[in-house]
Antibody, heavy 116, light 107 residues
Framework: EVQLVESGGGLVQPGGSLRLSCAAS????????MSWVRQAPGKGLEWVAT????????YYVDSVKGRFTISRDYARNSLFLQMNSLRAEDTAVYYC?????????WGQGTLVTVSS | DIQMTQSPSSVSASVGDRVTITCRAS??????LAWYQQKPGKAPNLLIY???SLHSGVPSRFSGTGSGTDFTLTISSLQPEDFATYYC?????????FGQGTRLEIK
């Protein structure tokens, strides 16, 4: 059974940093593209970032370029999102998702709140 | 960037009704279109991929059609558990984009 479990969310001040983690199980993690998708309170879904299976290609939505970094650790079967220079508009539930063109499996999400 | 536009934004229907939601892409995306269902407080669930392929475990009352720029999601006979928000998403190219969502409410 495919499982994706996010962690690392919380309350952070504007300008601060946070690192999200996603533990993957039930499939061969090193063979799949992986992504982060977020959803601001009461809003729709927004794709954030995607990483190729071997980590050689990474893609980001314009609004996070230069601030967020997606990465993966094959030994720990984990996906990460390093978020720097956080803004109020980054407040959202962040979902980890496996990307097979579509997003076929999702985690339960972790809430990030950027506020002073 | 490819813009995805869903209609309607919300719809009211009754159990047993047939409901159709449309999604239009701002440029040709071939069949790289997916549909998701999301219930309050939960992660989205994949329903349809490649415009018309049913994801594993999804009931056959859900179906998808279309290619190019115009797509539809149809629920043939609404069940109580189908009242939720539905999103389309293009997988043709980065940046990946979603429609704004269609809220399906009980009449």
């Amino acid at each position: 059974e495919v499982q994706l479990v996010e962690s690392g969310g919380g309350l952070v001040q504007p300008g601060g940093s946070l690192r999200l983690s996603c533990a993957a199980s039930g499939f061969t993690f090193s063979s799949y593209w992986m992504s982060w998708v977020r959803q601001a309170p009461g809003k729709g879904l927004e794709w954030v970032a995607t990483i190729k299976p071997d980590g050689s290609e990474k893609y980001y939505v314009d609004s996070v370029k230069g601030r967020f970094t997606i990465s993966r650790d094959y030994a720990r079967n984990s996906l990460f999102l390093q978020m720097n220079s956080l803004r109020a508009e980054d407040t959202a539930v962040y979902y980890c998702a496996r990307y097979t063109r579509p997003f076929d499996y999702w985690g339960q999400g972790t809430l990030v709140t950027v506020s002073s | 960037d490819i813009q995805m536009t869903q209609s309607p934004s919300s719809v009211s229907a009754s159990v047993g009704d047939r409901v159709t939601i449309t999604c239009r892409a701002s440029q040709d995306i071939s069949s790289w279109l997916a549909w998701y269902q999301q219930k309050p407080g939960k992660a989205p669930n994949l329903l349809i991929y490649a415009a018309s392929s049913l994801h594993s475990g999804v009931p056959s009352r859900f179906s998808g059609t279309g290619s190019g720029t115009d797509f539809t999601l149809t629920i043939s006979s609404l069940q109580p558990e189908d009242f939720a928000t539905y999103y389309c998403q293009q997988a043709n190219s980065f940046p990946i984009t979603f429609g704004q969502g269609t809220r399906l409410e009980i009449k």
